[in-house]
């Protein structure tokens, strides 16, 4: 049964977009939002010569691939023009700066996961760069949103999209879930092991299982309260908590080194071990504002009564 809470239980501390997957993150005051997640997330993706996708889970060093957008990038409404770039930095790496505005080809077989697809391909200087970062052939492509749409899990929710992420448009954390863990830890673990991945406009909240990707940082709950809510409300958006998120490689690698390591899942395994739980199919994201702070409060509108009821 669910149920109802009143008052803020929470705060966002901080906000991450990650534009090219699975490389590094940029932490903003504020983010709009779009249909299908925070704008910029997710939109460009590294692939080998057959369009498949390079991850940390494979490609650690993807880790260290540092990305920045115009500052203006993230203002609700803006549009780029020929002056605005993706820059991108490596380690012993030039500068590439790849136009945002820039009509570029398509290419057909880009696939994440069970996903396949055109996207737009950003051309020999990028192909070239990520070819020498990695070492094999890769090319740089950007999701082709003018023709194609990819679907969210409709085993879970219905009639909502992603670009490149892994299944959801956002993923939620608490800091109190992420204290608790440290607290088991011989060397405490940052926020920046758990990427975002799972929430929709839309959350999927209930995140600690540990989740890979954290694209809303909150502060002041309990830990491991997140699993609970479902359904929340930030500014003037409301979510709904859709499911638990898996736990997947990325969180073992350490986001400065790129080397990965056994924790934190063997840690998680002891506490924190999957469980087949009750789904629960949820209804979409509703709200006007376009766009969420840190600092904006986080009221729970309703919660189930423990994380055995939440949908994993």
Same mark, same amino acid.
């Given at each position: 049964m669910e149920e109802e809470g009143r008052g803020a239980v929470a705060t966002v501390k901080s906000?991450?977009? *990650?534009?090219?997957? =699975?490389?590094?993150?940029?932490? @903003?005051?504020?983010?709009?939002?779009? =249909?299908?997640?925070?704008?910029?997330?997710?939109?460009?993706?590294?692939? /080998?010569?057959? &369009?498949?996708? *390079?991850?940390?889970?494979?490609?650690?060093? @993807?880790? +260290?691939?540092?990305? #920045? +957008?115009? /500052?203006?990038?993230?203002?609700?409404?803006?549009?780029?023009?020929?002056? =605005?770039? @993706? %820059?991108?930095? &490596?380690?012993?790496?030039?500068? $590439?700066?790849?136009? +945002?505005?820039?009509?570029? #080809?398509?290419?057909?077989?880009?696939?994440?996961?069970?996903? =396949?697809?055109?996207?737009?391909?950003? &051309?020999?200087?990028?192909?070239?760069?990520?070819?020498? *970062?990695?070492?094999?052939?890769?090319?740089? %492509?950007?999701? !082709?949103?003018?023709? #194609?749409?990819? !679907? %969210?899990?409709? /085993?879970?929710?219905?009639?909502?999209?992603?670009?490149?992420?892994?299944?959801?448009?956002? $993923?939620?954390?608490?800091?109190?879930?992420? /204290?608790? +863990?440290?607290?088991? $830890?011989? #060397?405490? @673990?940052?926020?920046?092991r758990f990427r975002p991945k799972k929430l929709l406009l839309i959350i999927i909240i209930a995140l600690i299982k540990i989740a890979l990707g954290r694209s809303i940082l909150v502060d002041g709950c309990e830990p491991f309260s997140e699993d609970l809510w479902t359904e929340i409300k930030i500014n003037k958006s409301t979510f709904q908590g859709v499911k638990l998120c898996s736990r997947c490689k990325v969180p073992t690698i350490n986001q400065e080194t790129a080397v990965g390591g056994s924790e934190p899942t063997e840690t998680l395994m002891s506490f924190r071990s999957d469980r087949v739980l009750r789904s629960a199919k949820k209804n979409p994201w509703e709200g006007n504002e376009k766009s969420i702070k840190v600092g904006d409060p986080v009221f729970v509108l309703k919660m189930v009564s423990s994380a055995a009821d939440a949908a994993a």
């Open positions: 906000i991450l977009v *990650y534009p090219i997957k =699975s490389c590094r993150g940029l932490s @903003l005051s504020q983010a709009p939002i779009s =249909s299908t997640g925070f704008r910029w997330d997710r939109q460009w993706l590294v692939v /080998n010569p057959k &369009g498949r996708a *390079y991850t940390q889970r494979v490609e650690p060093k @993807l880790a +260290l691939v540092q990305v #920045e +957008l115009p /500052n203006e990038a993230f203002s609700v409404d803006w549009q780029p023009n020929k002056h =605005s770039y @993706l %820059v991108i930095r &490596g380690p012993g790496m030039d500068v $590439l700066k790849v136009p +945002l505005s820039k009509s570029a #080809e398509k290419v057909e077989g880009v696939s994440v996961w069970e996903w =396949s697809g055109s996207a737009v391909d950003e &051309g020999a200087a990028a192909a070239q760069w990520f070819s020498n *970062y990695l070492g094999k052939p890769s090319r740089l %492509v950007r999701f !082709n949103d003018a023709s #194609e749409v990819r !679907n %969210v899990d409709p /085993n879970y929710v219905r009639g909502y999209k992603v670009m490149f992420c892994d299944g959801y448009p956002f $993923l939620l954390l608490s800091q109190g879930s992420l /204290n608790a +863990l440290n607290a088991l $830890l011989k #060397e405490p @673990l940052p926020a920046n």
